[in-house]
T-cell receptor, first 114, second 115 residues
Framework: DSGVTQTPKHLITATGQRVTLRCSPR?????VYWYQQSLDQGLQFLIQ???????AKGNILERFSAQQFPDLHSELNLSSLELGDSALYFC?????????????FGPGTRLLVL | AQSVTQLGSHVSVSEGALVLLRCNYS??????LFWYVQYPNQGLQLLLK??????LVKGINGFEAEFKKSETSFHLTKPSAHMSDAAEYFC?????????????FGQGTTLQVKP
């Protein structure tokens, strides 16, 4: 158990819908990362927050947005869902914001868009 | 830009045999390198990481990796494979511009261990 929790574990929805994925980092970790894992794209970095502020952005679609709240939990919002958004979404947390920090991954949320 | 290449999407070894999973990286700055393991239907678990303190890095479950700057490689090894090692393994790099910890992953290598 990494100490990072993600809810829900599974999500099935329809095209055009909007969903929210939630992540609670390990106690004391200020940095939260979101990654997408799909068969065709592999593991891709989406976005990073550090202590409530956006720190870095990766290949995140405009239909996707995220935020980190004062209690440090984070939410990833996916809207106007398409079939191709079906993937495993991971959250990871780290004490540090920079590259030297070890990231601990949550169990993921498996999203299926029908 | 940073990138990672894992040679071989599938590796099969016999139980007790040497495990060698290959990873080559590209980075314009001194990299931080990581190996993660993913068991079926689970998240990623850190095996080991390189942060320039020592070129030979020892990790959990008997795995180790050697950083070779001249070859831009960070191959993962284990002297004797166990059935429980069957999983998918990811090499990752961080440390690019912007001082962010974002990880760039390789495509992954699935390790099969035969009895």
């Amino acid at each position: 158990d990494s100490g990072v929790t993600q809810t829900p574990k599974h999500l099935i929805t329809a095209t055009g819908q909007r969903v929210t994925l939630r992540c609670s980092p390990r106690s004391g970790d200020l940095s939260v990362y979101w990654y997408q894992q799909s068969l065709d794209q592999g593991l891709q970095f989406l976005i990073q927050y550090y202590n409530g502020e956006e720190r870095a952005k990766g290949n995140i679609l405009e239909r996707f947005s995220a935020q980190q709240f004062p209690d440090l939990h984070s939410e990833l919002n996916l809207s106007s869902l398409e079939l191709g958004d079906s993937a495993l979404y991971f959250c990871a947390s780290s004490v540090l914001a920079g590259p030297e920090g070890t990231q601990y991954f949550g169990p993921g949320t498996r999203l299926l868009v029908l | 830009a940073q990138s990672v290449t894992q040679l071989g999407s599938h590796v099969s070894v016999s139980e007790g045999a040497l495990v060698l999973l290959r990873c080559n990286y590209s980075s314009s700055v001194p990299p931080y390198l990581f190996w993660y393991v993913q068991y079926p239907n689970q998240g990623l678990q850190l095996l080991l990481k390189y942060t320039s303190a020592a070129t030979l890095v020892k990790g959990i479950n008997g795995f180790e990796a050697e950083f070779k700057k001249s070859e831009t490689s960070f191959h993962l090894t284990k002297p004797s494979a166990h059935m429980s090692d069957a999983a998918e393994y990811f090499c990752a790099v961080s440390g690019g511009s912007g001082n962010t910890g974002k990880l760039i992953f390789g495509q992954g290598t699935t390790l099969q261990v035969k009895p």
